[in-house]
Nanobody, 116 residues
Framework: QVQLVESGGGLVQPGGSLRLSCVASGVTINDYEMAWYREIPGNRRDLVASVSSIRDGSSTTYADSVKGRFTISRDNAKNTVYLQMNSLKPEDTSVYYC???????WGQGTQVTVSS
């Protein structure tokens, strides 16, 4: 049974940093493209960042709005995907979800609030 469990969200001031973690079980993340999404109005989810499988070179992609500020990475030994978020802005406030891209597997989400 595939399970994705996010953690690391919270309240941070503008300009601050957070690191989100997504621990996977029932699946080897090396073999899949892993992604972080965030919720936007209309009950939709926007892609924030993704990292391709090892077979596909572990290449990364980012939404334009987070390029240069966010970094996605993967610890294969821990079967965990991370999202390092720096220089946070109020507009980054959202619920962030981990997912196996192009699948129906999602975590429960973790709230990130950027506010002074």
């Amino acid at each position: 049974q595939v399970q994705l469990v996010e953690s690391g969200g919270g309240l941070v001031q503008p300009g601050g940093s957070l690191r989100l973690s997504c621990v996977a079980s029932g699946v080897t993340i090396n073999d899949y493209e892993m992604a972080w999404y965030r919720e936007i109005p209309g009950n939709r989810r926007d892609l924030v960042a993704s990292v391709s499988s090892i077979r596909d070179g572990s290449s990364t992609t980012y939404a334009d709005s987070v390029k240069g500020r966010f970094t996605i990475s993967r610890d294969n030994a821990k079967n965990t995907v991370y999202l390092q978020m720096n220089s946070l802005k109020p507009e980054d406030t959202s619920v962030y979800y981990c997912s196996i891209r192009y699948s129906n597997f999602w975590g429960q989400g973790t709230q990130v609030t950027v506010s002074s």
